[in-house]
């Protein structure tokens, strides 16, 4: 009942606000290697964003690339709920012009009952070959839920759901966007994750405004 | 070789014990059953002891090694979780608590232990545990006839000492002395830390 409610509601809601406006819908699948090493941790990331349709002047399902990025992280455990974290992204865009990204993170992870919570701040800046630099606020929410039981073991289904607003500053101009996220996911043996679902962004700085769905495939794997 | 082995054994014996000691590890693993799919044994203990209700949700467990059934339930305003062997044997019904609900002469106990184990804490979480024979837990639900129960605390706290910053689940008598110490580890929460 809970799982159908959050549905329906993060559906209408992308229905409602696609009226008059430009949306887009692509792909992105991701793949997420963590290696932990006492209290610090590794994280790797990559993802590729594929664009296969728009309605913004000519509507039609058409492919084009959109970008690529690799992520790395160095996270430090500060206690068994808070995590302090720094990292880099290259990013291969379309144009050829690729991009560099230096990122700080705090997050705080916690489980008050049967659902884990999880609170990330970030600051970001990202250098480009020809234009000023971009400097990034994010604040996400995240949510999982266990779908069998009251926690997530192997071999069960979960929900994340989460919600980022983002303020971004870039030579005198600002931008603001929204990023309402909501996936199934599945724990293996191994400790691995699959994940499915679909990511809503909204820009609302453009006019009309932007909508972005990108169904995301995630492969998230422990090492260790 | 001979002289080596008998020098070395001692040794590695002795540091296998402290590392059983001071790294218990509290790995738990639950799923949730039909009551069908529970030994009858049990079934008939919770029916029996807190009548015909609704809304008892069983789990199978598995924690460090060990396998049991949990029923978990609210009656009276209470939350208790009771634990089965696999026989469907009572093995402990827990009831949770709040540390304002705590006599004073276990909090007093308990606030010396962790005052001086650990730099900073802080409780998440208090079961009071009791064990007993079926028909003794039986007779403490129902008419809250203590004879033949043993209480002990179970307790879910964060700790900081000065080499660890962890969760622990420490389980202490009814005077507060602390019989069983285990490391929580908790499922890696990448998708939410980053």
Known sequence: ?224 | MKYQIQVVLPFLSFFLAVINLNAQEKVEEEYRVKESEVPVQAQKWIHGTFGEMKGIKWYYEKSSGKASYEAKLKSDRKVYSIEFDTMGVIEDVEQKYEWNELESDIKTNLTKYFRSNYIKYKIIKIQKQYVGTATDLKNYIRQNEKEGITVNYEIEFHGKTQTENELWECLFSSNGELLQKKKIILKPANNLEF
């Open chain 1, 1 to 224: 009942m809970r799982l159908r409610f959050l549905f329906i509601l993060f559906f209408l809601s992308g229905i409602i606000m696609a009226q008059d406006s430009e949306s887009y819908l692509g792909v992105v699948p991701e793949i997420n290697l963590s290696y932990k090493l006492k209290t610090i941790k590794f994280n790797l990331k990559a993802e590729s964003f594929q664009l296969f349709h728009t309605n913004a002047d000519n509507p039609a399902w058409d492919y084009q690339y959109e970008q690529t990025d690799i992520q790395l992280f160095v996270s430090k455990k500060i206690n068994p709920f808070i995590f302090l974290a720094l990292g880099y992204q290259y990013g291969i865009e379309a144009n050829d012009k690729n991009t560099h990204r230096s990122i700080q993170q705090f997050s705080y992870v916690f489980k008050p009952g049967n659902l884990k919570w999880g609170h990330r701040v970030r600051t970001d800046q990202t250098f480009y070959q020809s234009k000023a630099a971009k400097f990034r606020f994010r604040y996400r929410l995240s949510l999982k839920i266990p779908l069998q039981g009251q926690s997530i073991d192997y071999n069960e289904f979960y929900m994340v759901t989460s919600d980022e607003f983002l303020y971004a500053y870039q030579n005198k101009d600002q931008e603001y966007e929204n990023r309402l996220a909501l996936y199934i996911g599945y724990l293996f043996e191994n400790s691995s994750k699959l994940q499915l679902g679909i990511d809503y962004r909204t820009d609302f700085s453009s006019e009309p405004l932007v909508h972005n769905y990108w169904i995301r495939l995630g492969y998230l794997v422990n090492l260790q």
